[in-house]
Structures are given as C-alpha cells and as structure tokens.
C-alpha cells in the first residue's frame, strides 16, 4: 500500500539545511527508508510504502531540532537519528541536540552528533584525564579544544595548553625551511585551525604572548608542573612509551588533560612502540581516568571519509585474518 506524507518547512533556510548540498541529505534518507522525498520549495513530499514513508517521517521530525532554525544536517546527524529510532533512544537524540557546546564565530553550533561523541564531551567535563582514541574526522582533537576554550572563557582555567609531537613524517625537519617554530609550526596547524572557530585571529595572538593560551611541541612539556590549566595532546599514537609517562605526569592541581590519538596512523619508526596505546594497557583500570573510544560511525568530515576509514578497517581485518 502506497502512502503519502506532506511535510512543512518553516523557512527556506530550514528546508536548505534539512534537504542538504546538492540534495545529499534527501537521497539519504531515501536509501535508509526506502521512500521518496522531493522538496518543493518549503514543502517536502515523502512516499512510499506504508512502513518506509512513516520511517522517513519519523527521522525528519526526529531532526527538526537542526533544520528547524537552519542549521546544517550532516550525514552523522540522520545516522545517530536513524540509530536513535530502532534503539528506542528519541529522548537520548533530543538530549544531544539541546547540548550546546559553543558557538563559532561564524554563529554554527558546535555540539556532539553521535552517542559516543557525547560520551565524549560528558567525559571531558567530568574527568581530569580523558584518552579520546578513533579514526580520522571524529571530532577527537576539534571537540576538545571547543571544551577547552569554553572552560578558558568561563575562567574555569588560568591556561589552555595544546601540544603535540612533532614526528617526520617522510621530511626531516632540519630541511623544511625557516627557524625552529617555522619548522614546528605546520604540526601545530590543526591546533590553531580549531582555535579560530572561536576566538578572534589577533585575540588569539594576544593571549598566546600572555601565556594563556600556548600552542607547543610535546618537547617542551619536559621538566613542567601544568596547574590550573587545560592540557590538550594530540596526535599521541605518536608518542613514544616515555614520552608519555613524561607528559601524563605533567598534570597539576586544579588541571584537566586530554589525550587524543589514532593508533591506525602511527608516523613512529615500524618498531617503536607506541606510547597510547602501551598507555591503553596500563591505564585502563586506574581509577579516574576515562577512556572514550570512537569509530568510523562517528565520522563527521566528508561522507566519502567515513567510507575510506571503513575500506582501511576492513583492509586491515582482512590483513591480521591471513596471519
């Protein structure tokens, strides 16, 4: 039996953001309920069978949270919706939607969009030391510098510290041009990217020459005391086992680290061990510390990189089977 379903759209915005870039959002849903929905103008036609056009108007109204005022559905979005209906988890969904993170300095909204990111997030506001381990486009590195900006504008912390190891990665650094910090600089790149969704270009100079904010090689945490502060480390596959400890042990009173990192992407010579993933082993039943896993299902870059993350999983799988 062939049903039919007429959804209103509040503005041309919401029915821009729910139908998405060249109507990716729509053929989505489409593939996910097996209806049809065509957008005309502000009214969005769903048909289909009985089940599929239900199923298709479900996900849509579950997602009014994000259309509804014009804000950018994203594939993570319709999944985590999808995941949210056949789980029975309607209210959980709604919970992520209402928990806002910060605001870019473009007006978007910046708030968890899977389960497992909003683990995250509760993590990093619960626990002094947080290890945050998946794939590329997570949202590891970027959803812990919004925290952590967010606690440094709210005066919960004197300091925000983000560091990472700056391991070559097919270039040695003595032949990239410049000085030392010209040499260091494009490994800190990420940092400063996430850094201006929320803060101002010249207000981040200013509060990187007062020392509030610093952006750092992992080098130079040796030999420190990092109190009242918030310690983001990415990229710590990277890090050596004693590199580590080093910095683990960097942590002072009234202090929060993060520990971020892929460990399918180590950059470390083939038999060096791991420093995160040693870490893993060892602090896995220490009390205090949170270990947030996340997968390719939290991708939230391009749909193609869920895709390729997934090829590499299954590359890898296929791989350890054969011995």
């Given amino acids: 039996m062939v049903s039919s379903v007429r959804v209103s759209m509040p503005s041309p915005e919401s029915a821009i953001a729910l139908s998405g870039y060249r109507d990716e959002n729509l053929k989505l849903l489409a593939r996910q309920t097996g209806a049809s929905l065509v957008l005309r103008g502000q009214e969005l036609l769903i048909s289909g069978t009985e089940n599929g056009a239900d199923l298709a108007r479900r996900l849509v109204a579950a997602l009014e949270p994000i259309w509804g005022p014009g804000q950018a559905v994203t594939t993570a979005d319709i999944m985590t919706a999808r995941h949210a209906l056949d789980t029975d988890q309607v209210e959980q969904l709604q919970a992520i939607h209402q928990d806002v993170v910060a605001r870019t300095r473009r007006g978007d909204v910046v708030r968890a969009k899977t389960f497992r990111q909003k683990q995250y997030i509760k993590a990093l506001r619960t626990h002094d030391m947080v290890f945050c381990i998946g794939p590329a486009g997570t949202g590891k590195t970027f959803l812990a510098t919004m925290v952590g900006v967010q606690a440094l504008l709210n005066n919960e912390y004197e300091r925000l510290i983000l560091t990472r190891p700056a391991v070559e990665a097919g270039e040695r650094l003595g032949f990239l041009p410049g000085d030392l910090q010209q040499k260091i600089d494009p490994y800190l790149r990420p940092l400063y990217d996430a850094l201006h969704e929320l803060i101002e270009p010249e207000k981040i100079t200013n509060l990187m020459e007062r020392g509030i904010i610093e952006v750092a090689p992992l080098a130079y945490m040796r030999g420190r005391t990092l109190n009242n502060a918030f310690v983001?480390?990415?990229?710590?596959?990277?890090?050596?086992?004693?590199?580590?400890?080093?910095?683990?042990?960097?942590?002072?009173?009234?202090?929060?680290?993060?520990?971020?990192?892929?460990?399918?992407?180590?950059?470390?010579?083939?038999?060096?061990?791991?420093?995160?993933?040693?870490?893993?082993?060892?602090?896995?039943?220490?009390?205090?510390?949170?270990?947030?896993?996340?997968?390719?299902?939290?991708?939230?870059?391009?749909?193609?990189?869920?895709?390729?993350?997934?090829?590499?999983?299954?590359?890898?799988?296929?791989?350890?089977?054969?011995?």
């Fill in 232 to 323: 983001i480390m990415d990229e710590a596959q990277n890090t050596t086992p004693a590199q580590m400890k080093m910095v683990l042990t960097r942590l002072g009173f009234r202090s929060r680290m993060v520990v971020t990192g892929d460990v399918t992407q180590t950059d470390l010579p083939e038999m060096q061990t791991s420093g995160l993933i040693l870490a893993q082993k060892i602090l896995k039943p220490v009390d205090g510390i949170a270990f947030c896993q996340l997968t390719q299902a939290d991708v939230v870059r391009h749909p193609l990189v869920q895709r390729i993350v997934a090829a590499y999983e299954s590359y890898d799988t296929q791989k350890r089977s054969k011995g």
